[in-house]
């Protein structure tokens, strides 16, 4: 099992433009959560999907953000256009629906700079 | 709203130390909490999940306690090493949702 795989690591971009960040969550897993990590505000909740349907987008900041998940195997996270305030760590994790072991596996996470 | 706290924010020890991390949230709602691990620039690690039903959880020479009614959870952590150095978050997942809510967590450096 290779885990949660998120691409790219790192991005830089320049304001205005678009970002997109991509994640491929572990086979089998039916829930997907994108999270944002910054120093200020440590890890938020962005958004979650079940069964590749967003459930809860309550923590998206902007309209600016958007997120898909077309299957059950990718799911994308927009941002357009960038500001520098995106700038943060953010994250995607997976689970496997309800139960007594309920937990999250956790991607490596993109860096995104925006200049 | 959920609120989960951890105390100390940083923590440095000498190798060989016990020590003890903490944990609180605000509302005892819980179905489960879990306890990450985070080097630096790196992904979140899940050390060990704690149902809301049990009362701890041991891996190892790390073991993690849960006292729901009191909305407390601390992590032990034997014998310190200096491959223990990294930042430790603490998690609750809400009852009612599927959102896991994170601490701010503790910065942990273990000096040789």
């Known amino acids: 099992d290779a885990g949660v795989i998120q691409s790219p690591r790192h991005e830089v971009t320049e304001m205005g433009q678009e970002v997109t960040l991509r994640c491929k969550p572990i086979s089998g897993h039916d829930y997907l959560f994108w999270y944002r990590q910054t120093m200020m505000r440590g890890l938020e909740l962005l958004i979650y999907?079940?069964?590749?349907?967003?459930?809860?987008d309550s923590g998206m900041p902007e309209d600016r953000f958007s997120a898909k998940m077309p299957n059950a195997s990718f799911s994308t996270l927009k941002i357009q256009p960038s500001e520098p305030r995106d700038s943060a760590v953010y994250f995607c994790a997976s689970s496997f629906s309800w139960g007594p072991n309920y937990g999250y596996t956790f991607g490596s996470g993109t860096r995104l700079t925006v200049v | 709203k959920q609120e989960v706290t951890q105390i100390p924010a940083a923590l440095s020890v000498p190798e060989g130390e016990n020590l003890v991390l903490n944990c609180s949230f605000t509302?005892?709602?819980?179905?489960?909490l879990q306890w990450f691990r985070q080097d630096p620039g790196k992904g979140l690690t899940s050390l060990l999940l704690i149902q809301s039903s049990q009362r701890e959880q041991t891996s190892g020479r790390l073991n993690a306690s849960l006292d729901k009614s009191s909305g407390r959870s601390t992590l032990y952590i034997a014998a310190s090493q200096p491959g223990d150095s990294a930042t430790y978050l603490c998690?609750?997942?809400?009852?009612?949702?599927?959102?896991?809510?994170f601490g701010s967590g503790t910065r942990l450096l273990v000096r040789p």
């Open positions: 998690a609750v997942l809400m009852d009612s949702s599927y959102k896991l809510i």
């Open positions: 999907f079940n069964n590749n349907v967003p459930i809860d």
């Open positions: 509302d005892s709602a819980i179905y489960n």
